[in-house]
T-cell receptor, first 113, second 117 residues
Framework: DTGVSQNPRHKITKRGQNVTFRCDPI?????LYWYRQTLGQGPEFLTY????????KSRLLSDRFSAERPKGSFSTLEIQRTEQGDSAMYLC???????????FGEGSWLTVV | AQSVTQLGSHVSVSEGALVLLRCNYS??????LFWYVQYPNQGLQLLLK??????LVKGINGFEAEFKKSETSFHLTKPSAHMSDAAEYFC???????????????FGKGTKLSVIP
């Protein structure tokens, strides 16, 4: 069990550019989550996968955001045409099917300048 | 809809003093409740969880929390604060819906704990 792995850990990008974050969940965890955390706030749910199926999407996930989990293992979160308001930490988490504990990764910091 | 309220965005205690971080929740169904800790520039680490077993839950690093249904509270305590406890603490409630059963979390805004030597 190597934990949830995220990369890159930090990304600085210019407004209007696209960025992609990758998440590798704990092996054999069927469920994968993306959260966003801005300064001074708790994490907010963005989206959830069970295996390769994206089952839930928050209203926070605008059409500039897309998440995939093509083979039910790692996931990517892409933000197109980044805006300064996208600056945040993007947290990935995973849990087992039937498990009631969600395990978080170290997060990926995005700064849009 | 579920929600979590953490009273006090910033709490300061002296080293060796009692730590008490308050959390109240709102949920239309019996909840799962969690406390996570976040050190600067890091992700979230699970401290403890309540999943409808014992109402007094013990976690890592000497922390514990008590689920009080009548008060809709899940306050976090530690008898004696250490310098290493300085961090931000988040209370979260889980949605235990049937069907997808995603157990997604709704977090409070966090309480930053400072420990004074």
């Amino acid at each position: 069990d190597t934990g949830v792995s995220q990369n890159p850990r930090h990304k600085i990008t210019k407004r209007g550019q696209n960025v992609t974050f990758r998440c590798d969940p704990i092996s054999e965890h069927n469920r994968l989550y993306w959260y966003r955390q801005t300064l001074g706030q708790g994490p907010e749910f963005l989206t959830y996968f069970q295996n390769e199926a994206q089952l839930e999407k928050s209203r926070l996930l605008s059409d500039r955001f897309s998440a995939e989990r093509p083979k039910g293992s790692f996931s990517t979160l892409e933000i197109q045409r980044t805006e300064q308001g996208d600056s945040a930490m993007y947290l990935c988490a995973s849990s087992s099917l039937g498990g009631n504990t969600i395990y978080f990764g170290e997060g990926s910091w995005l700064t849009v300048v | 809809a579920q929600s979590v309220t953490q009273l006090g965005s910033h709490v300061s205690v002296s080293e060796g003093a009692l730590v008490l971080l308050r959390c109240n929740y709102s949920s239309s169904v019996p909840p799962y409740l969690f406390w996570y800790v976040q050190y600067p520039n890091q992700g979230l680490q699970l401290l403890l969880k309540y999943t409808s077993a014992a109402t007094l839950v013990k976690g890592i690093n000497g922390f514990e929390a008590e689920f009080k249904k009548s008060e809709t509270s899940f306050h976090l305590t530690k008898p004696s604060a250490h310098m290493s406890d300085a961090a931000e603490y988040f209370c979260a409630v889980s949605d235990r819906r049937s069907g997808a059963g995603s157990y997604q979390l709704t977090f409070g805004k966090g309480t930053k704990l400072s420990v004074i030597p």
